[in-house]
């Protein structure tokens, strides 16, 4: 029978990386390999009727190299989500009611023939060549990733700063509009509240785009509506101001930890993004006594955003300068446009070039089925519950703190700010204790062949949890009585801040290794719920904390913190067993076949070794040179 282009084009990219791989079931992945993970794209092939000849078994293609080029599995999940869409968006799917709607073809026009089938279409895909392909981020030179890192840090701790310098410029807001302080804490929710709104549109557009563009417009539109909060002459204005700025602020907190993904190899990932997790959680907790100090000063309150707009213009213009794309199928996009440029042969292309973006497809991956993990399915659920109950408090500390110092041990606004220096150390800590395991978990994984086990994350979870709790009691206890030194509640936030990083960071771990494909889904789903924590947290904060005492409020809390420790336990003991119950998170089974969801319905299918090639990742992996590139 014959088959169309398509199917031509995913039987040559088959035949083509299967010169390179061993079999699935003679070969366990170390830890220097490529890992591939499987989507709708690469299950189906279409004749050209249009009727589906059959369903393909799949697994996940383990692709050796001979450098560490691995991908962390988030980046996986995303980079083959972009690239697979050629096969199943509009354009490509023989199903799509917008472009196959059987009417006849319409006339090529000017009284002209169609013209005559293309030559091959692989042979003018651009490729990188080799695995030391200078072109590819991860051979950037080491002085190159150490600037692009320490520009995209400053583009992230400013959006975070900008999160909660305001809080110390609420009492001043209510009493310029005369409103009451919890409308006055609105100009911090409605920021948050963009953080939960922002990601479902920066996160596709990376994955489309590239890295640097939506980094770019959002650093732009940042500063522009920081600036507007700056010169507001109405409550109002202020407050839509603020939500839009938190809503372009997203941007950097979404798409620079995978910039990180793309530069830094499995050797030193870990440390790239443990050091990006410090910039996000420390950043909201440094603003504070800065922003105090500003409105006790002559500036007044308005300078607290005109600050965040000169730093959120300097990043914006180190992003313009200095920042090149990272995004590997986009790099390939630009070499293609230079080789077309300069060869003046139109054909040559890169596979990203070839996807045709289908709205509903977009609105299911980023709105429907991140929705259905995390109502449908147990680990998403109570992870995302415990993150964004620790992330609610991470703002709710930024109104409980002044009731303390303020309150109690009558503090100004910039020494009360001074008090969270305590849980910048307690993450700091965190963030060395996260860094020295990493040796621990290098030998479990080469232990296991490579193979990655989710509860390899939680022990540390488990410790975080119960130093999380033990220093929410400890700053209740101590801090509601003026003949206690104030040193001993701000001491607190040491077990604080220790915590609350290694929860955070670890659970997010745990969710990308757990669900891999539908870890952006995952992820997705989590920072929407938590978003909305630490958007309504803050505006109950006075009333809780004055209504029943600093110490009863601090109790409660403290006690449901302790309720959520059991969560990790739970998951540490019995969570291989729920995710091989689970529709979405892959499983590996012994024997010759195994567990792997469909990334359109999220059933299961039963999976061989054969036909396991992820067809539109690998034209955009390094190849070793000299490869076989032309098998029939």
């Given at each position: 029978m014959k088959f169309d282009e398509v199917d031509r084009e995913l039987i040559r990219a088959e035949s083509d990386a299967l010169s390179g791989l061993s079999q699935p079931s003679q070969h366990r992945r170390s830890s220097n390999e490529i890992e591939r993970v499987v989507s709708a794209s690469s299950v189906s092939t279409i004749s050209t009727d249009g009727i589906a000849m059959s369903q393909r078994r799949i697994s996940m293609a383990r692709v050796p190299t001979s450098n560490d080029l691995e991908r962390h599995p988030t980046e996986l999940s995303r980079i083959h989500t972009a690239l697979s869409q050629h096969n199943s968006t509009v354009g490509r799917d023989p199903h799509s009611r917008k472009r196959d709607s059987g009417r006849p073809l319409p006339p090529f026009g000017a009284g002209k023939p169609f013209p005559p089938e293309l030559p091959d279409r692989e042979a003018y895909v651009v490729e990188f060549d080799g695995p030391d392909d200078p072109y590819h981020p991860q051979n950037w030179p080491l002085k190159k990733k150490l600037v692009t890192s320490a520009i995209l840090g400053f583009t992230t701790i400013t959006s975070a700063f900008t999160s909660s310098i305001f809080s110390a410029a609420t009492p001043y807001v209510a009493k310029e509009f005369n409103v009451s302080a919890e409308v006055g804490i609105l100009g911090i929710s409605l920021y948050v509240l963009g953080f939960a709104t922002g990601p479902s549109i920066w996160a596709p557009f990376s994955e489309l785009k590239g890295r640097r563009l939506p980094i770019l417009i959002a650093m732009f539109g940042f500063s522009i509506f920081t600036i507007a909060c700056a010169v507001a002459k109405d409550l109002q204005t202020l407050l839509i101001c603020r939500f839009f700025a938190g809503f372009f602020g997203a941007s950097p907190l979404t798409v620079v930890g995978a910039v990180f993904s793309d530069m830094y190899s499995n050797a030193t990932r870990g440390i790239a993004i443990t050091l990006f997790s410090m910039g996000v959680f420390t950043g909201p907790l440094l603003a504070p006594f800065v922003g105090g100090f500003i409105v006790e000063s002559y500036l007044g309150w308005r300078w607290t955003m005109y600050i965040t707009a000169i730093m959120g213009f300097l990043a914006f213009t180190l992003d313009l300068f200095f920042m090149n794309e990272s995004y590997p199928p986009v790099v390939l996009v630009q070499k293609a446009a230079e080789l077309r440029r300069r060869t003046l042969n139109w054909g040559i292309h890169a596979k990203?070039?070839?996807?045709?973006?289908?709205?509903?497809?977009?609105?299911?991956?980023?709105?429907?089925?991140?929705?259905?993990?995390?109502?449908?399915?147990?680990?998403?659920?109570?992870?995302?519950?415990?993150?964004?109950?620790?992330?609610?408090?991470?703002?709710?500390?930024?109104?409980?703190?002044?009731?303390?110092?303020?309150?109690?041990?009558?503090?100004?606004?910039?020494?009360?700010?001074?008090?969270?220096?305590?849980?910048?150390?307690?993450?700091?800590?965190?963030?060395?204790?996260?860094?020295?395991?990493?040796?621990?978990?290098?030998?479990?994984?080469?232990?296991?062949?490579?193979?990655?086990?989710?509860?390899?994350?939680?022990?540390?979870?488990?410790?975080?949890?119960?130093?999380?709790?033990?220093?929410?009691?400890?700053?209740?206890?101590?801090?509601?009585?003026?003949?206690?030194?104030?040193?001993?509640?701000?001491?607190?936030?040491?077990?604080?801040?220790?915590?609350?990083?290694?929860?955070?960071?670890?659970?997010?771990n745990y969710l990308v290794d757990a669900y891999l494909m539908f870890a952006a889904s995952a992820i997705a789903a989590n920072a929407l719920l938590r978003s909305l924590f630490a958007a309504v947290f803050p505006l109950f904060a006075t009333y809780l904390f004055k209504g029943i005492g600093i110490q009863w409020a601090s109790t409660l809390l403290g006690g449901i913190a302790a309720i959520l420790v059991?969560?990790?336990?739970?998951?540490?003991?019995?969570?291989?067993?729920?995710r091989a119950r689970s529709a979405f998170a892959p499983t590996t089974m012994p024997g010759p076949a195994a567990k792997i969801p469909s990334s359109d319905s999220g059933k299961e299918m039963t999976e061989e070794p054969k036909d396991n090639i992820d067809h539109a990742a690998a034209s955009n992996v390094p190849r070793k040179a000299g490869g076989d590139n032309e098998r029939a």
């Open positions: 990203q070039e070839e996807i045709e973006v289908d709205f509903k497809e977009l609105i299911q991956k980023n709105f429907t089925r991140p929705l259905r993990l995390l109502f449908l399915e147990p680990i998403v659920t109570l992870v995302s519950v415990y993150m964004a109950f620790i992330y609610g408090l991470l703002y709710l500390f930024l109104t409980a703190y002044p009731l303390v110092f303020q309150g109690v041990h009558h503090f100004n606004a910039g020494q009360s700010g001074l008090a969270f220096i305590g849980m910048v150390l307690g993450q700091l800590i965190a963030g060395i204790v996260v860094l020295c395991t990493q040796p621990w978990y290098q030998r479990k994984l080469a232990s296991n062949n490579g193979m990655p086990i989710p509860e390899w994350r939680l022990p540390i979870v488990i410790v975080g949890g119960v130093a999380f709790t033990g220093g929410i009691f400890w700053f209740g206890w101590s801090g509601y009585r003026a003949d206690i030194h104030w040193i001993v509640p701000a001491a607190s936030g040491l077990l604080s801040g220790f915590g609350l990083l290694t929860i955070f960071l670890q659970l997010l059991p969560i990790p336990v739970l998951f540490y003991l019995y969570g291989h067993r729920i």
